[in-house]
């Protein structure tokens, strides 16, 4: 099932904005945007909608919940507020950025009003969060419940390995098709974010562990599929939820909390600074183009890095 389903999407909303965000999704298809990138702004947009309809302590608030042309810069800050109370600063954050661009899109291209509500409304500062990376002995924790020659335990095993061994998204591993892996070179080719591909080599013990899932896959139902990983049942390709939720029952099994993809991310980046590698060469190894990442990825490590340089310069030893 597609992430953005626009009738789920805009159920409930008003003819206009329905109609608007309809035609608003097929400015951003055109140019290109990814699925993940349009399913986030229409849902911000819907949910200022809905939030006007039913939550707004605005009396006045019914002409812009029929209406985005109505909405006025003070509905904006009321659901700002509101998103910070009811999620988190972070949600509050990126639904600003959404509406950033839907009412960019309202005042230039469609021209429908003169000025968007968002010229003034301030971001919300969200609480900045420090993902631990997750250690070796824990990786190990994981990979131990991996261990047999079923299919899902050969197949959940290249998955992890993936992730550890390449510090990929939950999505870049989760969408590979057969013709993304080169057993020839042992690399593997990512669809990043925003149509930014890269190729990215991976380890002995990782083609090890794809090479045993693809001659077991080769046997299993639905072999004939492009998808790279399939189901357990049914012949159907496993989706990036459904790993998900593999990598969570996998941690819970080895006895960890808070096992997920982007973890083994954030631990890619500590080992490769850890080891002295170039930041430029870590951008494109991750898929990265804005320099704050390298400086937020692996964060949670950083004076465990900081203490080790310190004693390899021996500074003040030296007399």
Known sequence: MPLLNLDKLTFGLSKTWAG???DWDRTLRSASHPETTRYNYL???AQLARYLAEYSPDPDADD???DPCEVTRAHIEFFQAWMIETRSGATALNKHKGLQQFFKWLELDEQDIDRSPMERVKQPKPQKKVIAVIRDDDT???LDTCKGKDFVQLRDEAIIRLYYNTGARLSEVGNLSLEDLNQDTDSVHYHGKGNKDRRVRYGPKTARAISRYLRARAKHKGAELPDLWL?????KPLKPNGIKIMIKRRGLSAGLTGVHAHRWRHNFAHEWK??????GDLMLLLGWTSEDMPRHYGESAAAERAQ???LRMGIGEHV
Request: net charge positive; aromatic share 4%.
């Open 20 to 22: 608007y965000l309809r």
């Open 43 to 45: 849902l911000a947009a």
């Open 64 to 66: 812009a919940a029929d």
């Open 140 to 142: 190990k924790k994981v």
């Open 231 to 235: 189901a357990d049942r049914g012949g």
């Open 274 to 279: 850890r080891a002295g590698g170039d930041t």
């Open 308 to 310: 080790e340089m310190q």
